[in-house]
């Protein structure tokens, strides 16, 4: 599980003192730990993707926000955290990848964005960031 892995890197990063390691993996063992004990329950693969993913969009719009400032201090700081937690991912799929993926699936030329939006996400996520899966549907079905 995730969580684990987690776990293990804080501790190496403890080890060697690594401040920013240590700030972004405790942020997310304990918004890890926090869905599970709503949850009651061990998390699933795909919700435990679908939290680091959360993080990942704050940790962007962070960064967007220290590029729209000229903090160059901050935003070396955001892409490091960016490269952590995109660590935990599952390898992303490319724009070519997802268009096969997709066109398999029956997504074609002429549906409604919404009905093609229900078949990608399910079979794309935590596999590709949503603004590239959209991007790939309107493309295929415009």
């Known amino acids: 599980m995730l969580k684990e892995t987690v776990f293990e890197q804080l501790k190496k990063a403890m080890k060697e003192k690594d401040a920013l390691a240590k700030g972004v993996l405790t942020l997310l063992k304990s918004a890890l730990d926090k869905e599970e004990k709503e949850k009651g329950a061990q ?32 935003i070396e700081k955001e892409e490091s955290k960016l490269t952590i937690l995109k660590s ?37 996520t935590g596999k590709a960031d949503g603004a590239t899966i959209s991007k790939v549907v309107k493309s295929l079905i415009s």
């Open 43 to 74: 998390l699933t693969s795909e919700e435990e993707i679908a939290i680091v993913n959360r993080e990942i969009k704050q940790t962007n719009q962070a960064l967007d926000g220290a590029k729209q400032a000229n903090r160059e201090d901050l």
């Open 88 to 124: 935990f991912l599952p390898k992303q799929l490319t724009e070519e990848e997802i268009v096969s993926v997709l066109t398999e699936a029956g997504v074609a030329k002429g549906m409604n964005m919404g009905e093609a939006m229900k078949i990608a996400k399910p079979l794309l």
